[in-house]
C-alpha cells in the first residue's frame, strides 16, 4: 500500500456480499466435439481432452466457475512453481483449444522501418514487416512521446478503429497530447492492417503470410483476434529495440474488441507487466457463465465469424460446457498487472460479468503475494469514477455508455500502474 493510504483494500480470502471463494467440486462435463490444435502450422498433434475428470470450482455472483489454481489430473496449484510449470500452461492450451485458437508462429523474419517526423512531442511512423512461409506482410506503429524526458511508461494501444493518423490528437479514444502532456508515450498498433475486421478479408493481413491462400484456415485457428493480439507481441518485438523506451513499463490496452485482443496478448506475453482491458465483454473480461447477460457466445460468433475459431462456435449456447472461464484468463496474467475497466450502462459488455471476473482471478495473484484487489468492498455496484488499485490489480467503473473516454484515460494516467 502506498505511503499515506487509508482506503481498505479487499483481499480475496476477506471478500463480501456476491462473493466467496471457496473450493467447491462439480461433476465433470464431457465435451462434445474433439479438438484438434496445430502445434505448427500444418502439423496436427494428438487431440487436446476439453474438459478434466473433476471441475474445482468457486461461487461468483451465483455462478460457479472454474477455479484458476485447480489443476486437471486434480488437486489444487499451492506454488508459484506449481502454477507456472503446470496449470498456467494447461490453462493456456485450453483457452487456444476451446475459445481463441492456436496463434501464429514466430516469423522467420522480422524488419522494422522507422519515419520519424515532428508533432506534439516526438513522433515516429514504424513499419514492421513480417515474414512467414507463405510471404510477408507489413503494418504500421505510430509512436508518439513527450518532448523531454524519458517517458514513465508507454500505452501500447491495439487501435481497431484506425483512428490514430500521423497527427497527434486530444480527447476521447485516444488523447495523444493528454498522454504525452502526462509524460507517457503511447504506441498506437494499427490492427487494421493486421488482420481486416471483415469477415470477408481478414487474412488480408499477416495470416495470409502463415496459411496458403487458397485453403481454408484449420477450424482449431486463431483468426482476427488472435492475430491482434500477435500484432501487439510483434509490436514489442519493436519496443524492446527503441531507446526512448522503457520496455519494463509497457502496458498493452485495447477497447471493446480491442481489449479481447489485449487479454489475449496479455495472457500468453509475459513481457507486457501491464494489461489493461477496457469494456471489453464477451470473450474478453466478462465472465462466459453470465451468458445470458449482455452479448452471448452465439451473438458474437454469428455476428462476428471471422474474430474467432470455428472449434468456439460450438459453445453457442452452451457456455456451461467450456472447460475455462476469462476470469482464469485473466489470472493468466499474474504477475503482471490486470486492469479491467467497465462502464456502468454498458449493458452489452455486462460490466457486472467483468467485475465478478476480475475477483475470480485474484487467487492466483495471491500466490505471487498480490491477492488484495485494491476494493473496498465485493459488493456489486461499486462507485463510479474511482479507481480501486491493489498491488497486482487494477478496477474501475465509470459512469455512462460502451467507450474508451476522457475518464478513463484520467484514471490510467494518474493510477501509477507501472508500480506495485
Same mark, same amino acid.
Do not use: C
Given at each position: 500500500?502506498?505511503?499515506?493510504?487509508?482506503?481498505?483494500?479487499?483481499?480475496?480470502?476477506?471478500?463480501?456480499?456476491?462473493?466467496?471463494?471457496?473450493?467447491?467440486?462439480?461433476?465433470?462435463?464431457?465435451?462434445?466435439?474433439?479438438?484438434?490444435?496445430?502445434?505448427?502450422?500444418?502439423?496436427?498433434?494428438?487431440?487436446?481432452?476439453?474438459?478434466?475428470?473433476?471441475?474445482?470450482?468457486?461461487?461468483?455472483?451465483?455462478?460457479?466457475?472454474?477455479?484458476?489454481?485447480?489443476?486437471?489430473?486434480?488437486?489444487?496449484?499451492?506454488?508459484?512453481?506449481?502454477?507456472?510449470?503446470?496449470?498456467?500452461?494447461?490453462?493456456?492450451?485450453?483457452?487456444?483449444?476451446?475459445?481463441? $485458437?492456436?496463434? +501464429? =508462429? %514466430?516469423?522467420?523474419?522480422? /524488419?522494422? *522501418?522507422?519515419?520519424?517526423? &515532428?508533432?506534439?512531442?516526438?513522433?515516429?511512423?514504424?513499419?514492421?514487416?513480417?515474414?512467414?512461409?507463405?510471404?510477408?506482410?507489413?503494418?504500421?506503429?505510430?509512436?508518439?512521446?513527450?518532448?523531454?524526458?524519458?517517458?514513465?511508461?508507454?500505452?501500447?494501444?491495439?487501435?481497431?478503429?484506425?483512428?490514430?493518423?500521423?497527427?497527434?490528437?486530444?480527447?476521447?479514444?485516444?488523447?495523444?497530447?493528454?498522454?504525452?502532456?502526462?509524460?507517457?508515450?503511447?504506441?498506437?498498433?494499427?490492427?487494421?492492417?493486421?488482420?481486416?475486421?471483415?469477415?470477408?478479408?481478414?487474412?488480408?493481413?499477416?495470416?495470409?503470410?502463415?496459411?496458403?491462400? $487458397?485453403?481454408? +484456415? =484449420? %477450424?482449431?485457428?486463431?483468426? /482476427?483476434? *488472435?492475430?491482434?493480439?500477435? &500484432?501487439?507481441?510483434?509490436?514489442?518485438?519493436?519496443?524492446?529495440?527503441?531507446?526512448?523506451?522503457?520496455?519494463?513499463?509497457?502496458?498493452?490496452?485495447?477497447?471493446?474488441?480491442?481489449?479481447?485482443?489485449?487479454?489475449?496478448?496479455?495472457?500468453?506475453?509475459?513481457?507486457?507487466?501491464?494489461?489493461?482491458?477496457?469494456?471489453?465483454?464477451?470473450?474478453?473480461?466478462?465472465?462466459?457463465?453470465?451468458?445470458?447477460?449482455?452479448?452471448?457466445?452465439?451473438?458474437?460468433?454469428?455476428?462476428?465469424?471471422?474474430?474467432?475459431?470455428?472449434?468456439?462456435?460450438?459453445?453457442?449456447?452452451?457456455?456451461?460446457?467450456?472447460?475455462?472461464?476469462?476470469?482464469?484468463? +485473466?489470472?493468466?496474467?499474474?504477475?503482471?498487472?490486470?486492469?479491467?475497466?467497465?462502464?456502468?450502462?454498458?449493458?452489452?459488455?455486462?460490466?457486472?460479468?467483468?467485475?465478478?471476473?476480475?475477483?475470480?482471478?485474484?487467487?492466483?495473484?495471491?500466490?505471487?503475494?498480490?491477492?488484495?484487489?485494491?476494493?473496498?468492498?465485493?459488493?456489486?455496484?461499486?462507485?463510479?469514477?474511482?479507481?480501486?488499485?491493489?498491488?497486482?490489480?487494477?478496477?474501475?467503473?465509470?459512469?455512462?455508455?460502451?467507450?474508451?473516454?476522457?475518464?478513463?484515460?484520467?484514471?490510467?494516467?494518474?493510477?501509477?500502474?507501472?508500480?506495485?
Amino acid at each position: 500500500m502506498r505511503a499515506g493510504s487509508r482506503r481498505r483494500r479487499v483481499p480475496i480470502g476477506v471478500v463480501a456480499g456476491a462473493v466467496a471463494l471457496l473450493v467447491a467440486v462439480l461433476p465433470a462435463e464431457e465435451s462434445e466435439i474433439a479438438v484438434t490444435r496445430s502445434a505448427t502450422v500444418g502439423v496436427e498433434r494428438t487431440p487436446a481432452v476439453a474438459t478434466a475428470a473433476v471441475r474445482a470450482a468457486i461461487p461468483l455472483g451465483g455462478l460457479e466457475v472454474p477455479d484458476p489454481l485447480a489443476l486437471d489430473s486434480g488437486g489444487r496449484v499451492t506454488s508459484v512453481r506449481q502454477w507456472e510449470q503446470q496449470r498456467r500452461p494447461q490453462l493456456l492450451e485450453a483457452f487456444q483449444d476451446n475459445v481463441y $485458437g492456436s496463434s +501464429l =508462429p %514466430a516469423p522467420t523474419k522480422t /524488419t522494422f *522501418s522507422e519515419d520519424s517526423s &515532428g508533432g506534439g512531442g516526438s513522433a515516429k511512423k514504424v513499419t514492421i514487416t513480417v515474414t512467414g512461409p507463405e510471404g510477408t506482410a507489413s503494418f504500421t506503429l505510430r509512436l508518439f512521446t513527450p518532448s523531454s524526458g524519458k517517458p514513465k511508461g508507454t500505452f501500447l494501444l491495439i487501435d481497431h478503429r484506425g483512428s490514430v493518423g500521423d497527427d497527434p490528437g486530444s480527447g476521447g479514444y485516444a488523447p495523444v497530447s493528454t498522454i504525452t502532456g502526462d509524460g507517457y508515450a503511447l504506441a498506437a498498433l494499427n490492427a487494421e492492417e493486421v488482420a481486416p475486421d471483415d469477415a470477408g478479408s481478414y487474412r488480408n493481413g499477416v495470416i495470409n503470410a502463415f496459411y496458403p491462400a $487458397g485453403q481454408d +484456415l =484449420p %477450424a482449431d485457428a486463431g483468426r /482476427t483476434i *488472435s492475430a491482434w493480439a500477435w &500484432g501487439a507481441s510483434r509490436a514489442m518485438d519493436y519496443l524492446q529495440t527503441d531507446p526512448d523506451i522503457d520496455p519494463s513499463k509497457v502496458a498493452v490496452i485495447g477497447h471493446s474488441r480491442g481489449g479481447k485482443a489485449a487479454l489475449w496478448a496479455g495472457a500468453q506475453d509475459p513481457r507486457f507487466p501491464v494489461v489493461i482491458s477496457n469494456n471489453s465483454g464477451s470473450t474478453g473480461a466478462k465472465l462466459a457463465r453470465r451468458d445470458s447477460s449482455g452479448e452471448s457466445i452465439s451473438a458474437i460468433n454469428s455476428q462476428f465469424p471471422h474474430w474467432f475459431p470455428e472449434t468456439y462456435k460450438r459453445f453457442d449456447g452452451n457456455a456451461d460446457a467450456l472447460p475455462v472461464d476469462q476470469n482464469e484468463l +485473466l489470472a493468466l496474467i499474474a504477475p503482471g498487472r490486470v486492469v479491467v475497466a467497465s462502464a456502468a450502462d454498458d449493458g452489452n459488455a455486462d460490466p457486472q460479468g467483468e467485475f465478478l471476473s476480475y475477483l475470480g482471478a485474484a487467487p492466483v495473484y495471491e500466490l505471487y503475494g498480490l491477492g488484495e484487489t485494491g476494493l473496498s468492498s465485493a459488493s456489486w455496484p461499486p462507485a463510479t469514477g474511482k479507481g480501486f488499485r491493489g498491488p497486482g490489480m487494477s478496477y474501475h467503473l465509470r459512469s455512462g455508455g460502451h467507450g474508451l473516454e476522457d475518464a478513463d484515460w484520467q484514471i490510467y494516467l494518474g493510477s501509477n500502474l507501472f508500480t506495485r
